[in-house]
């Protein structure tokens, strides 16, 4: 937007425009971005890292099963300089344990298929294939490395391919990881259906969804989570199909979200996430205290539609809305969540 369209607004689109502006930035503590990306203050006293003074020291205790033993024996007595004979009463002054990981290398077994003529009629006999000619030369311990390095230390193909080359002398192929993953997927679906069979006798199941990137293409990773157990539940959809696949027809008594529309009507009562309604009631505060006039009208929005006429003139508590528009962060916390639970209570 250039200077020319800026002159041909009106003047209540350009009141709008400024009022946008000024709306405070939101951070991980008012809305869903991550804390990395929150602006770092710094602190009062700050000092750096490491032990500070009066710290009690912690040394690393010693190993339960050591691998080796080396003992250390005077040779000479260091006051007269005569030498210590074999023979001598020693006695244990100190302990120390060296740590270190031996040198980790690929351990290769070849597999050799001899054939040799048939001593009774001639023909050729064959020794049967190993398992290995027609399949994976990778074994198990690798295929749980790959696994272990991509889906907890999050770590890329390109740099899981060089860990495996740099750490293990190993050529690893980013086709043949991914082919890794693909051949370990039978396993963890035994797994996934166990975890959605628990999670389809629930009776409370809170869930949630957020953007991610599957071989390059936009998608979305949806969490299912019950006492007993979760479902991480990839798709490219964001709609509401996602859900009713993933819980097979069961309606949970209580079905916990943000307000999302795709997260609608899966149980028999709603509770609307907390944690989402507390960030958005800390940005409509920031808003007001930055004396931006949305202040009062997002603390609004965050009720559901019924409550609403808690701050009507006639509202049982409408006498709490001053405060509210003054800012204060408690009157804001008891409309939001406290006013909402009487309100079902008394149904």
């Not at 006695?91 to 031996?102: A, M, R």
């Not at 001899?114 to 009774?120: G, L, S, Y």
Request: hydrophobic share 35%.
């Amino acid at each position: 937007m250039d200077r020319s369209d800026l002159q041909e607004l009106s003047k209540e689109q350009l009141i709008d425009l400024v009022l946008r502006l000024q709306r405070p930035d939101k951070n991980s503590r008012t809305s869903s971005k991550p804390p990395s990306t929150d602006k770092k203050e710094k602190r009062e006293n700050a000092r750096p890292g490491g032990a500070k003074p009066g710290h009690e020291p912690h040394n690393r205790r010693l190993a339960d099963n050591p691998d080796e033993f080396r003992d250390h024996r005077p040779t000479h007595c260091e006051l007269c300089g005569g030498a210590v004979t074999a023979d001598a009463d020693l006695e244990l002054i100190g302990e120390y344990d060296e740590i270190e990981i031996p040198p980790v290398k690929p351990y290769v077994v070849r597999h050799r298929r001899f054939a040799c003529p048939c001593q009774h009629c001639g023909a050729e006999a064959k020794a049967p294939a190993p398992a290995v000619a027609t399949a994976t030369p990778f074994g198990p311990r690798i295929h749980a490395l790959a696994i272990y390095y991509k889906g907890f230390q999050a770590l890329s193909y390109e740099r899981l391919r060089l860990m495996f080359r740099d750490a293990f002398g190993l050529g690893v192929s980013e086709g043949a990881l991914m082919n890794m993953f693909i051949r370990s997927h039978v396993r963890f679906k035994i797994e996934a259906e166990k975890a959605k069979a628990v999670l389809r006798a629930a009776r409370v199941v809170a869930s949630d969804e957020t953007g991610v990137r599957i071989e390059g293409t936009n998608a979305y990773h949806w969490v299912f989570h019950c006492k007993d157990a979760v479902v991480h539940q990839p798709d490219y959809s964001r709609a509401a199909r996602v859900v009713e696949e993933t819980m097979g027809g069961h309606r949970p008594q209580v079905w916990i979200s943000d307000r999302y529309s795709a997260q609608q009507s899966h149980g028999e009562r709603h509770q609307t996430c907390l944690a989402h309604l507390a960030r958005d009631t800390a940005f409509a505060l920031d808003c007001r205290q930055a004396g931006h006039r949305s202040g009062p009208n997002a603390v609004i929005k965050l009720l559901p539609r019924e409550h609403h006429r808690l701050f009507g003139i006639g509202g049982v508590h409408h006498r709490l809305w001053p405060d509210v528009i003054k800012g204060s962060g408690a009157s804001a916390r008891w409309l939001l969540f406290t006013a909402p639970a009487m309100i079902e209570s008394q149904r």
